[in-house]
């Protein structure tokens, strides 16, 4: 198996317009002719596996200019769509946010990446057990991926009723912890979901009212939520791998570890500010504090990869219910993809997407268009 995939399936977590007007198509077809041949072909290979009303949004970032395409599945056909304005769960790609909400704090110096978690918390941990910010942003916190309350739930919007009564409860009286804290970057929904929790309690805001003012106004990402109600008009009906609709993931007191909704449109706004030297925050967000292995490191959310090609990526996957999610930046050279789509995150399907990341990232710069696109 490729490493990359490796990666990619170690990153997947548990955490979409009917047929278009003549002038929509002619706005479709100036969308693909921006594509080359090896990214046509690798985005209908992967495509043509989902079920019908699967759709999938991409931006692909080549030295600061975003190009948007979208496809979707009808009347078992592929079809270009515009949809880079459409909502989508974004899953764990949420914690790359969470991870910048701590680093904007840090810039700010409102908090230290050592302060120990119970003093947001105003509770101890069973134990005594004593974990900072840092190893809850990366991963190395040794708590479990998720409370056991949640382990035997069905997938079937499984975290709506794990509030703060739950958390304590699970933090003071049954926790088990997998690792000390400090040793193992061992993935934890749980971790950043209480990280996005405890800088709730310092800012005194909720995480909604934190990602609005720290985040989504400063980058124009106006479509950008963690509140359902709000983009319901744009929402795409997240789907199983039998193109049934799912219920959406309500994530409760853990919204940080997965409770965002976003547009490709949004989310390459968020992308194009990365490769912006002077920001110090979105620097330190990108930053890697914890080395896994010779290829791969931990920052604050962001997953920082080496790439065979010698290129350094910062790279998150997400998957709920209904929804599969990448996204993958090389700030050196100013490319990147992202994706969304209603393919749910918890079944076979979700490789299709994810694999599809990377492989759309080692063509940016590496072929010319293709001759098919060049004729249109």
């Not at 939520?225 to 319901?232: A, H, I, K, M």
Request: net charge negative; charged share 20%.
């Amino acid at each position: 198996m490729n490493k990359y995939l490796q990666i990619l399936i170690l990153l997947v977590v548990v955490y979409g317009c009917g047929n278009p007007s003549s002038k929509e198509s002619k706005a479709q077809v100036e969308e693909v002719e921006t594509l080359t041949k090896a990214q046509y072909e690798l985005i209908f290979d992967k495509v043509k596996a989902l079920p019908n009303q699967a759709e999938v949004a991409i931006a692909i970032i080549e030295n600061g200019k975003v190009n948007f395409v979208g496809v979707k599945r009808q009347q078992d056909s592929t079809v270009f769509i515009q949809n880079q304005d459409r909502v989508f769960e974004i899953g764990s790609i949420t914690k790359v946010f969470t991870g910048t909400l701590l680093a904007n704090y840090l810039v700010e110096e409102e908090v230290n990446l050592e302060d120990q978690i119970d003093v947001y918390l105003n509770y101890s941990l069973k134990d005594d057990v004593k974990i900072t910010l840092k190893q809850l942003a990366t991963h190395t916190s040794g708590l479990p991926r998720v409370p056991a309350s949640l382990e035997a739930l069905s997938l079937d919007n499984p975290y709506q009723d794990f509030g703060e009564k739950e958390l304590k409860t699970f933090l003071t009286q049954e926790l088990v912890m997998m690792h000390k804290p400090g040793e193992v970057s061992d993935y934890s929904n749980l971790g950043v979901g209480m990280l996005g929790y405890v800088l709730s309690n310092k800012a005194q805001m909720t995480y909604e009212e934190m990602l609005q003012k720290e985040i989504f106004s400063k980058y124009g990402m106006n479509t950008s939520t963690t509140l359902r109600s709000q983009v319901e008009d744009k929402l795409v009906k997240g789907l199983n791998d039998e193109g049934e609709e799912v219920s959406n993931w309500d994530m409760a007191v853990l919204m940080g570890a997965g409770g965002i909704l976003s547009s490709v449109n949004d989310l390459s706004k968020f992308a194009l500010a990365q490769f912006d030297s002077s920001n110090q925050a979105l620097v330190l967000s990108r930053t890697a504090f914890f080395k896994v292995s010779e290829s791969y490191s931990m920052a604050l959310g962001w997953s920082v990869i080496q790439a065979e090609s010698g290129e350094e990526w910062n790279w998150h996957n997400g998957g709920t219910g209904g929804y599969t999610s990448s996204i993958i930046i090389d700030v050196k050279a100013k490319n990147g993809v992202v994706i969304l789509s209603n393919v749910s995150g918890v079944e076979e399907l979700t490789n299709n997407i994810t694999s599809l990341s990377p492989e759309l990232m080692n063509t940016i710069g590496k072929e010319e268009l293709s001759e098919l696109n060049k004729g249109n």
